[in-house]
């Protein structure tokens, strides 16, 4: 689990639009 959350902060750059996507997906879930 350590190297997954590591190579996701490393990532981070990548990973923003990725994370707003899921974000706005849990959030539309939700509401």
Same mark, same amino acid.
């Given at each position: 689990?350590? !190297?997954t *959350? %590591? #190579? #996701? &902060?490393? !990532?981070r #750059?990548?990973? %923003? +639009? =990725?994370? *707003? $996507? &899921? &974000? $706005? /997906? =849990? $959030? /539309?879930i +939700? /509401?």
């Amino acid at each position: 689990m350590l !190297n997954t *959350l %590591t #190579k #996701k &902060v490393s !990532n981070r #750059k990548g990973f %923003t +639009l =990725i994370e *707003l $996507i &899921v &974000v $706005i /997906a =849990i $959030i /539309a879930i +939700l /509401a």
